[in-house]
């Protein structure tokens, strides 16, 4: 029988994802419930699932207080940040497994908060840290694992938001703001962290982070900018982020993320109105937000691995890209391609076999004569770029490992602690950039 779901949040993550891979598998889920204050996303979402008018409800609290009644397998949590703690405490007194939303909690006491209720409920909780779930690092993963680099000593990972992405999101959109939103080292990166320490299999000893909102500041608007790109700019055809060029001309032919954000009417019309008085049309220097636009940080665990963590809005591709040593190989690596790079220095070493990916031209570095193998891991379109929407095969890769486990009748989900740890480094990170310091761990 189908794994009934109940889902908290019909915006883009509610329905676009988790939803969608209900619709798409009935014989595995079924969408039972659906809880969003909007009456069109959450109308949208449970006529397409055939959700009943009772099940139907404007306050996620209802569902999950009718959560036994209506016969509910499982809770999925994709609510606006600030509200998943609430959210989470309470679905766990339903006893029902969660597939929570990232991240966790926005401040460290309601993580501790959430990590105590968890532990004292036997809670089943799957935080959607996707990155673990992708083909591009599960195939990094079984490298390290094979022992054909020898011992992990250094991993770095660089955040390219991309431009654009970046003004969307952190500038003129949901999560620009700390009173709204959450640190961006946490909004955004606690993917990332969280990868760092599923490599790490420890939680770290120190972090420092640096960074700071360097240019999207309003003494950094042109001359004569008004508050809205539509009213006039005179800096419309030089500025990068004139929002008509973007939402209207760029992305012309694409109605869902992230245009379906600006509003119902995806037509040229439609959207210009949108950005005349709305968010998303505003001049990025005469925004609300004060979330950092770069930082970087560095984690030292205990068994000798360090790990930067590089983020910055000014790139031009929207991707990651990692570089990992060690003591007898490294490995390097780009998400938008999937293209992986292994360098092995011992001439006896063997990579293992690596579900999923295909091997690409191999060759020897000179003049030392190691050799270097190539890799392609991670679906990519005909251009070579990733599916965006479902961040290169993780989305999926999540949610089919939790009706797994469900349909299982796992009893735990994986390790909660591990996945709260990326939040901890994220509130460490944010805590020595503020204070400029190096925070200890065991002093956290």
């Not at 949208?44 to 569902?63: E, K, M, Q």
């Not at 991309?162 to 939103?181: D, K, Q, T």
């Amino acid at each position: 029988m189908a794994i009934r779901l109940g889902i908290l949040g019909a915006g883009a993550r509610g329905s676009d994802t988790y939803g969608r891979w209900a619709l798409e598998r009935p014989g595995r889920a079924s969408i039972a419930a659906v809880a969003d204050p909007v009456p069109h996303r959450r109308d949208r979402l449970a006529d397409a699932g055939g959700v009943p008018a009772a099940h139907r409800y404007p306050d996620w609290r209802d569902l999950v207080a009718d959560a036994a009644a209506t016969g509910l397998d499982a809770l999925v949590i994709a609510l606006p940040d600030r509200l998943h703690i609430e959210a989470a405490l309470a679905a766990v007194e339903t006893g029902l497994p969660i597939l929570l939303e990232k991240p966790a909690a926005t401040t460290p006491e309601d993580l501790e908060a959430l990590a105590e209720a968890a532990r004292d409920r036997k809670a089943r909780i799957w935080v959607s840290h996707v990155m673990r779930y992708q083909p591009f690092w599960l195939a990094i993963r079984r490298i390290v694992d094979s022992g054909a680099v020898g011992r992990l000593v250094t991993m770095r990972i660089e955040e390219n938001i991309g431009f654009w992405h970046y003004a969307h999101s952190y500038v003129r959109g949901n999560w620009r703001s700390l009173a709204v939103s959450s640190p961006m080292v946490l909004a955004k990166t606690c993917h990332d962290l969280d990868v760092i320490r599923w490599f790490a299999g420890e939680s770290p000893a120190t972090v420092a982070s640096a960074g700071s909102l360097s240019y999207f500041r309003p003494e950094n608007a042109p001359e004569g900018a008004p508050d809205h790109c539509l009213d006039g700019c005179p800096a419309a055809d030089s500025c990068p982020f004139y929002a008509p060029r973007y939402y209207v001309a760029a992305l012309a032919d694409r109605d869902g993320w992230p245009v379906a954000l600006l509003g119902d009417d995806p037509s040229p019309e439609g959207r210009l109105e949108a950005l005349r008085r709305g968010p998303y049309g505003r001049c990025v220097f005469r925004c609300d937000n004060d979330v950092v636009d770069h930082q970087q940080t560095v984690v030292a665990f205990p068994g000798g691995l360090t790990a930067t963590l590089s983020t910055s809005a000014f790139t031009g591709q929207n991707t990651r890209t990692v570089r990992l040593t060690g003591t007898a190989g490294e490995i390097a690596g780009n998400l938008r391609t999937g293209a992986l790079e292994v360098d092995l220095f011992s001439p006896t070493a063997v990579l293992p076999v690596v579900p999923g990916a295909r091997a690409g031209t191999g060759f020897t570095r000179e003049p030392m004569g190691h050799r270097v193998f190539e890799y392609y891991a991670g679906p990519v379109d005909a251009d070579g770029e990733p599916d965006d929407r479902g961040h290169s095969g993780g989305d999926a890769a999540l949610i089919d490992a939790f009706v797994t486990a469900l349909e299982g009748g796992e009893s735990a989900a994986s390790d909660l602690e591990a996945a709260l740890d990326s939040h901890r480094m994220a509130f460490a990170a944010e805590r020595a950039r503020l204070e400029r310091r190096t925070i200890l761990w065991e002093a956290m």
